[in-house]
């Protein structure tokens, strides 16, 4: 199967490398400060370097938070957009008007004129206070006003969410509501102990049965929802379904046979609620925290039949969810560039207490670093790398045999292992009715397995989702 991922991995790049000859037409109607679509045109602005490139920005703040930054010694000209005639006009001559009856695209509710006379009719009705461009520049400069906390997770380009299977990495201005499905399919094939495969004649020398492959499909309906510009509340709840196929040594009369059996089980899993905290969003950076409590809903009792047993428990593995209360705490970095995005995210998941079958699965620490490439206004490329570490399961379920199957035995959980994925995001035009949508594709597999005792070898793992923000 791994094979079919790097197969995967390199169609991929071959149909973006073809697509990244012709970058997309409305790149031009893109912020370089920001990175938003500019479709106001009485806020908009440009600034001309001295090698004659042109640099776009959605709003005259924009282009204000721009110049903080930059050496204006690169720069030959500035002009923003005139309120009353959305034409182009000297950024340096023209009169500004800050007044909260003007909404500009990033917050400041800034507007210029060509003249100060234009200026002053519309401050007679609108209200608010005159500025020359010194003025603007020097107040912006000391933070006195501007929205310089661009909350660029919510700007429209592809990567401005993390790959698909990244969860919890932006936050929504306030009152957004976001709702999410994605599908993940992971495979098993053959076993492994420690770094090293092992075959069904080793496993036999202290077991009875040989896991053999095992496929774990998951659907997940995700609700966010913010409550304030900081504040991100969400709600996971997945349905998960699991088979295994399994190869039992039975000895009758004398004789050793062996028998291909399967077992399987589905339901619903863990219910998740979480929270995401901003504590630092300036220009194109941001880093908030991450809180996530596990409901233990899923069932952890399911059971089937086998060879040796009817309705028999089936293995920790198999089963739904955990059976505690959880805890996970982490926090999620993220930057861009104008075509570049990246971030990295570490997460811990503490368990609580022990289960009713009397045992706990172990305590996991995980990080996630990515990158993508905005390839066009409406698809990135993005490649990841995740590390996990989990400890042993401790205590046990009486009515599990630790020397029928490895997957019985808490000895064979736990270890290290470092997945790689390949994906890309896709989103619709933002005057098409799709324009809410955005599509998430991602494929891995792991590069490094290091597990406790005999476990089960994993492959290929493939996800997609859909969300829909407003």
Request: proline share 3%.
């Amino acid at each position: 199967m791994k094979a079919k991922y790097y197969l995967f991995c390199l169609i991929v790049v071959l149909f973006l490398n073809k697509t990244a000859i012709s970058q997309n037409q409305d790149s031009y109607n893109q912020c370089i400060q920001c990175n938003m679509l500019i479709k106001d045109k009485l806020h908009n602005a440009q600034a001309t370097t001295n090698t004659n490139k042109v640099l776009n920005f959605d709003a005259i703040e924009c282009l204000a938070n721009y110049l903080k930054e930059q050496k204006t010694t690169s720069i030959s000209n500035l002009t923003v957009a005139d309120y009353n005639s959305g034409k182009q006009i000297n950024a340096i001559t023209a009169t500004y008007l800050i007044s909260n009856a003007i909404k500009s695209p990033m917050g400041a509710n800034l507007s210029a004129f060509k003249t100060k006379k234009e200026a002053e009719l519309i401050l007679k009705t609108k209200k608010g206070k005159l500025y020359t461009w010194q003025e603007i520049r020097n107040a912006f400069n000391t933070n006195k006003i501007g929205d310089t906390e661009h909350h660029h997770e919510h700007h429209n380009r592809p990567d401005a969410h993390a790959p698909i299977g990244v969860m919890g990495d932006h936050l929504h201005s306030k009152n957004g509501f976001m709702v999410s499905f994605r599908y993940m399919n992971m495979e098993m094939d053959g076993n492994r102990s420690g770094t090293s495969t092992i075959n069904n004649t080793s496993i036999f020398n202290s077991y009875m049965v040989a896991p053999q492959n095992m496929t774990m499909d998951m659907y997940m309906l995700g609700v966010m929802y913010a409550p304030s510009d900081k504040l991100t509340l969400m709600l996971m709840q997945n349905f998960v379904r699991n088979k295994m196929n399994l190869k039992a040594r039975m000895v009758m009369g004398g004789n050793t046979m062996f028998r291909d059996f399967s077992t399987s089980s589905s339901g619903f899993g863990d219910l998740k609620l979480g929270a995401l905290y901003s504590i630092y969003n300036k220009m194109n950076t941001s880093i908030h925290l991450n809180g996530t409590l596990n409901i233990p809903i899923g069932n952890i009792k399911q059971k089937d039949d086998t060879p040796m047993m009817q309705n028999a428990k089936l293995p920790y593995a198999m089963q739904l969810g955990s059976g505690t209360f959880d805890i996970t705490l982490g926090a999620t970095y993220k930057g861009n560039t104008e075509y570049i995005s990246w971030g990295v995210q570490p997460l811990f998941t503490f368990r609580t207490g022990t289960n009713s079958q009397d045992y706990r699965l172990g305590n996991t620490q995980q990080i996630n670093i990515w990158g993508a490439y905005k390839v066009a206004n409406w698809i990135s490329i993005s490649g990841r790398v995740l590390g996990i570490s989990q400890s042993k399961i401790s205590g046990r379920d009486t009515e599990l045999n630790p020397m029928m199957v490895p997957t019985a035995n808490t000895n064979n959980y736990g270890g290290e292992k470092i997945k790689t994925f390949l994906g890309f995001n896709l989103m619709f035009n933002q005057n098409s009715s799709l324009k809410n949508f955005r599509i998430g594709i991602e494929t891995g597999a792991p590069i490094y397995e290091n597990y406790n005792g005999i476990q089960m070898d994993e492959d290929l793992s493939f996800q997609l989702g859909i969300k829909y923000a407003i």
